[in-house]
């Protein structure tokens, strides 16, 4: 379509065009920035201290920062992790230290503030100590994984939500009345397309604005300049739902924490959901079916000794066949674990045995259950008074096998669902049969 039909103000894309300028055309983050809400005191006040706002894309953070710049009376200096380095900001927190000298305060911006590693991040620490710059710092991933944590400590975080789908809609009928967008062309587009572009934007103002651009721009156009945005151009241009998933970030530990959870408290529609997301976003089956391993000793166990085998099974069905086709055989595990009896026995019983691990690790392995493959060895006692079990009618012995520090502890504590109250029985049994046999002095 003709799109030298539209008379801009700028080559600019709309979501630059239409950047709020103060906080009354802001849209979104009213927990921060409703009234009387922290951030915006400190905005208004022009009090900003040292800050990290955290969030996904397209929320607002950089216009924050822009916002704060035009209001504040301190210098303010803009930088990118992504185009820039250390020696960069760090020339920048030098100029600012001198200037601190004459009574001016600097801010100093840092977008994709995580690109730098955290040995990097340790350039920043003294000049927000000494007060050289007050750090605002802008970052889509996790500052509890991704900062420096002597850094992170001295900065307030301020966390972003995605915008919902009543805000876009809002932002997008703005963008389409304000001459800085659209509002000098008659734009014909109805309110389930809008919707359409809010739904489809996954709470990104960024996506959504370039979504209402490109629909715009291949409207059909009449005689008189007016366009018409039609449902086939705006399904041809949001083809494939881009889906906020960062594979190596937080929202990638999100999500398989929502599908174990889901699992764990028997809900397979939800379990069936946050799988679809994650293999729709690009994930790898094979992950997803090693966690699935994973999750059918540490939350099912012996309830259902089956659940491993089919975890395992559809793990190599997987390696064989690769998405899409294995998409189906993943849903069948999940359904299968979801609707599992349930046992964290084991989990707990290697936990507790870990610590007990940990705590002694010079134990020493009792003499009678210790190999003797040397002569040496032999002489030493080293097996000597070993109980046989397969030399014994009941296939038992009283020997001790634990060390004598940890006699009488016990790990793994069965429960009575599933097939494991049928092992719990057993293992009561066992247990009785060595009491009364140690008591009476009897070896077996």
């Known amino acids: 379509m003709n799109s030298e039909a539209f008379e801009l103000e700028s080559e600019q894309p709309l979501a630059a065009r239409m950047r709020p300028r103060d906080l009354s055309e802001f849209v979104g983050q009213t927990h921060l920035l409703g009234k009387g809400c922290i951030l915006r005191r400190l905005i208004e006040e022009d009090r900003v201290t040292s800050m990290i706002f955290w969030g996904p894309p397209g929320v607002g953070k950089t216009t924050l920062a822009r916002i704060i710049a035009n209001r504040t009376r301190a210098r303010f200096a803009d930088f990118s992790a992504v185009t820039g380095g250390v020696k960069e900001a760090r020339a920048i927190m030098e100029q600012a230290e001198e200037n601190r000298r004459y009574g001016e305060r600097t801010i100093l911006f840092v977008d994709e503030i995580h690109r730098f590693n955290k040995a990097q991040q340790d350039a920043f620490l003294p000049y927000v100590e000494k007060g050289s710059v007050i750090l605002i710092g802008a970052t889509t991933e996790n500052p509890s994984f991704e900062l420096n944590s002597a850094l992170l400590s001295r900065c307030k975080v301020f966390v972003l939500k995605a915008l919902n789908t009543g805000e876009i809609r809002e932002m997008l009928m703005h963008a389409l009345s304000d001459p800085r967008g659209f509002g000098n062309t008659p734009v014909a587009i109805s309110k389930t397309l809008i919707n359409q572009i809010a739904e489809f934007s996954n709470g990104d103002a960024r996506t959504a604005l370039g979504t209402l651009e490109m629909a715009v721009l291949n409207g059909s156009v009449d005689a008189a300049g007016n366009v018409t945005v039609s449902h086939e151009i705006l399904s041809e241009i949001t083809s494939r739902k881009s889906l906020l998933y960062d594979k190596n970030g937080e929202e990638h530990y999100n999500l398989i924490s929502a599908l174990h959870k889901s699992m764990r408290n028997s809900d397979p529609d939800a379990a069936i959901y946050w799988l679809a997301r994650m293999l729709e976003a690009g994930e790898d ?137 049928r092992y719990a029985k057993r293992l009561g049994e066992i247990k009785a049969w060595k009491r009364e046999h140690r008591s009476s002095g009897r070896e077996g």
């Open 285 to 421: 089956p094979l992950y997803i079916a090693r966690r699935l391993v994973r999750f059918a000793s540490e939350d099912i166990g012996l309830a259902d000794p089956r659940a491993i085998e089919q975890c395992v099974s559809i793990y190599q069905a997987c390696h064989f066949l690769g998405m899409p086709e294995c998409s189906v055989h993943l849903t069948q595990a999940v359904v299968y674990l979801s609707i599992s009896p349930k046992s964290n026995a084991l989990y707990t019983a290697y936990e507790a045995a870990r610590r007990d691990a940990q705590e002694q690790l010079a134990e020493p392995v009792p003499l009678h259950i210790r190999n003797a493959p040397t002569r040496l060895m032999d002489e030493l006692g080293y097996g000597k008074g070993y109980q046989y079990a397969h030399d014994t009618e009941e296939k038992l012995t009283a020997m001790q096998c634990l060390p004598d520090s940890l006699i009488g502890r016990e790990y793994y504590h069965p429960t009575k669902e599933g097939l494991e109250e």
